[in-house]
């Protein structure tokens, strides 16, 4: 079974800095897209980033693109999020999520991935 823990949320100012991290257990991660999500109160779950299960493919959000950062350590079943000039509109929970895929073409949709974590929440104050 796949299990995926996410951790390094937090509370930071407008303007900080976070890094998530996601630990993913099972000899199979390098086979693996994953992806961030995130959900603010009263709003559906939305896609932040993904990235292929070699790395050499990410996609992001139009919101974060030049902000965040995804990025993944196959020899430590590690997929990471930098996330950089943050904004109070930043603040949810965040998920990550893997699909089981070999390919290069990134999934936006909740839907396609099987399996999630918990989340961590994030808060930015303004």
């Known amino acids: 079974q796949v299990q995926l823990v996410e951790s390094g949320g937090g509370l930071v100012q407008a303007g900080g800095s976070l890094r998530l991290s996601c630990a993913v257990s099972?000899?199979?991660?390098?086979?693996?897209?994953m992806g961030w999500f995130r959900q603010a109160p009263g709003k559906e779950r939305e896609f932040v980033a993904a990235i292929s299960w070699s790395g050499h493919s990410t996609y992001y959000t139009d919101s974060v693109k030049g902000r965040f950062t995804i990025s993944r350590d196959n020899s430590k079943n590690t997929v990471y999020l930098q996330m950089n000039s943050l904004k109070p509109e930043d603040t949810a929970v965040y998920y990550c999520a893997a699909e089981r895929t070999m390919g290069q073409a990134l999934d936006v949709m909740p839907v396609q991935y099987h399996y999630w974590g918990q989340g961590t929440q994030v808060t930015v104050s303004s």
């Open positions: 099972g000899r199979t991660f390098s086979s693996y897209a």
